[in-house]
């Protein structure tokens, strides 16, 4: 797989990940739908023998750089080159962390196996 496919991968996952942002809304007073849309941070990418490390944030902030724009807990997503698969990390430790096990155990959040 090269690098353009695993891109449409993220890209197809990204716009899932938006609607359902879109969808959940809230019961607070004056709350206001803000039409989400999430994009690639293709500075960041990483590439690995495995396949690649994605980050993302939304459209607003990426373009704006308003604090008030931009995801918390978005965790960096892995796609495998040989399979396509598509893997969240997580945020809770470095990204490094969730890369050296996916390398180690083939599970981003699994230490041994």
């Known amino acids: ?12 996952h990204l716009s899932e990940e938006a609607a359902e942002i879109n ?22 990418t990483e590439e690995h023998d495995f ?3 994605f980050y993302y944030d939304t459209t607003k902030y990426i373009e704006r750089g308003d604090s008030s724009e931009c995801l918390v807990g978005n965790a ?8 396509g698969q598509l893997i969240a990390t997580g945020t809770a430790r470095e990204t490094s962390y969730y890369v050296n096990n996916y390398i180690k155990t083939g599970d981003p959040h699994n230490e041994d196996k």
């Open 1 to 12: 797989m090269e690098i353009e496919e695993a891109i449409e991968i993220v890209e197809e």
């Open 76 to 83: 960096p997503l892995i796609v495998n080159r040989e399979s």
């Open 51 to 53: 396949g690649w490390v």
């Open 23 to 44: 969808d959940f809304g809230s019961a607070l007073p004056g709350y206001v739908n803000r039409n989400v849309k999430l994009q690639i941070l293709p500075e960041f």
